[in-house]
């Protein structure tokens, strides 16, 4: 999900000699950090391997009568210990690790076997491989559990071990290694650069490239996404390079997990600097993925929206070559969608194309937004009704009179207004920067607005945030009282009944 840019909605477009530059300022990025996302999307992945009967398990030559404990497993892969032993032992780890409740993941490593555990993962075994296979599985499920599990197997120097393993014949023992490495990558940053520098990417490319097993390349798909994720800070741009082309081709497969998992890597990688996004436009990403605005599985539509939405968050250029694809088509559906956080990022990339040229705002308008865009501010959720809010902020800020007085035109006042009583104070502050900047931009029919405003209103909710606890949002609502409600010659002028000529709602920004 770079950080937003701010909106600068109390400066005026004449101080910009760069128009572009002032569009520019008006978008905002994302600026989610998905942990909770990663860790589930990781606990997904292992709950597969959980459910996984091994047909192996039926041939082991060791047939315990009592459950084996850490130091049973410990003493039995000692070099002193036969072959079978170990591997019956590595197996037996491999189970009690894969348990759903209660892994004894700390106990397995203050047991000190994980140093046991990197011969098993060298050239001597690849000849017999079940060792390698085990071992990279018990690996998985250590780094399932915490940081400190995790920074455990990188210090003991498996990371470079896993990798040499992508190279195995057994295929067996290639997945299991992917998996071990994205749990590694999805860490968070320190460890994904870990992996990322030890040269994984080229040898990820080269297996999607040449295998066929859908597992495995949901697998590699989503390590790939892993070694994409984070913003604090961004991973190095030209390691993950080659893989665009790949994960755009990715977005034609026909299995949903692989198309997901590609659609959250473009995610990431578009959630950066233009540069950035020039580099995924030009992948040809937007041809591949606008179909999937229109699924109904949110599993590939929230990230697929994302990645719509960072283009659109980009400069005017990147913009207009969104816009160029018809993207606003799939907007009045996604507005109106059943899922918050598919309404909540069609509002975002809507705000992101109203704070573009007068062009592209109306482009919007011309697919009949406004209204879906009012609807959304009424929704009740405000995350959504925050993004729906910078939207029409935008739109007073660069917008047209005319562009602005069709929004008026369409009920946009008394549901804006409300959420001045919104309980979110973010909430209520975005709204009055939005009629500040409305009304300062309106000179020439001030006191029309300021009836309106009235009549919706909002005058008085302007008035009684002047007892609010925020000392930001009494300065805020006492200025634009002050500025815009008491001067003397919008008071006079309507008290006289003097009403300026042709100041009916669809021409009030006429001059």
């Known amino acids: 999900m770079p950080v937003k840019k701010t909106v600068l909605n109390s400066r005026s477009f004449d101080i910009y000699q760069d128009r572009n530059k002032y569009y520019e300022d008006l978008r905002r990025k994302r600026n989610d950090v998905t942990i909770e996302l990663r860790k589930k999307s990781r606990d997904v992945q292992l709950n597969k391997h959980r459910n996984i009967v091994d047909a192996h398990d039926d041939e082991l030559e060791i047939k315990p009568e009592v459950e084996l404990t850490i130091d049973d497993i410990k003493e039995g892969l000692k070099n002193n210990s036969s072959a079978v032993k170990k591997l019956n032992c590595l197996k037996y780890a491999r189970k009690m690790l894969s348990s759903r409740k209660c892994a004894p993941i700390d106990d397995f490593i203050n047991a000190g076997i994980l140093p046991m555990l990197m011969e098993f993962l060298t050239s001597k075994y690849d000849n017999d491989t079940d060792f390698q296979y085990e071992c990279s599985w018990i690996l998985t499920n250590v780094a399932s559990g915490s940081s ?54 080229p040898i990820l490319n080269r297996l999607l490239e040449t295998t066929e097993q859908v597992t495995a390349q949901q697998n590699i798909v989503w390590t790939l996404s892993n070694l994409c994720r984070s913003k604090t800070p961004p991973p190095n741009f030209n390691y993950l390079l080659p893989s665009i082309p790949f994960l755009v081709r990715m977005l034609s497969h026909n299995d949903s997990q692989v198309v997901s998992n590609a659609c959250w890597a473009l995610s990431y990688l578009t959630d950066g600097s233009n540069e950035k996004i020039q580099v995924i436009i030009e992948a040809g990403t937007l041809r591949a993925i606008l179909k999937y605005l229109e699924v109904d599985d949110t599993t590939i539509l929230i990230p697929a929206l994302r990645v719509v939405g960072n283009i659109v968050s980009g400069n005017d250029m990147q913009t207009k070559h969104a816009l160029d694809h018809g993207i606003l088509k799939y907007l009045h559906n996604l507005l109106n969608h059943r899922r918050i956080p598919v309404v909540k990022d069609a509002a975002w990339l809507l705000s992101n194309v109203m704070a573009g040229s007068v062009e592209q705002i109306q482009a919007a308008i011309d697919h009949n937004l406004l209204p879906v865009l009012i609807r959304a501010l009424q929704r009740g959720d405000v995350k959504v009704q925050k993004e729906a809010a910078w939207a029409i902020n935008n739109l007073f800020s660069g917008g047209s009179d005319a562009q602005k007085s069709h929004l008026i035109d369409v009920g946009i006042l008394e549901p804006y207004c409300a959420l001045l009583i919104s309980p979110d104070d973010r909430m209520v502050e975005i709204i009055l920067e939005g009629l500040n900047q409305l009304l300062e931009k309106s000179e020439c029919t001030r006191g029309k607005l300021c009836m309106l405003i009235e009549e919706a209103s909002g005058l008085d909710h302007l008035e009684a945030l002047q007892n609010h606890s925020s000392q930001k949002i009494y300065e805020m609502s006492f200025n634009i009282v002050e500025k815009y409600f008491q001067g003397e010659d919008e008071t006079h002028e309507f008290d006289l009944g003097i009403i300026p000529h042709d100041m009916s709602s669809g021409n009030m920004f006429s001059i």
């Open 148 to 201: 400190a599990n995790t920074i455990c197997i990188v210090n003991e120097g498996a990371v470079p071990l896993l990798i040499n393993l992508l190279k195995s014949p057994d295929i067996r023992v290639m997945e299991q290694a992917v998996w071990a490495l994205g749990n590694i990558a999805g860490d968070g940053p320190q460890l994904r650069d870990i992996v990322l520098s030890n040269g994984i990417v």
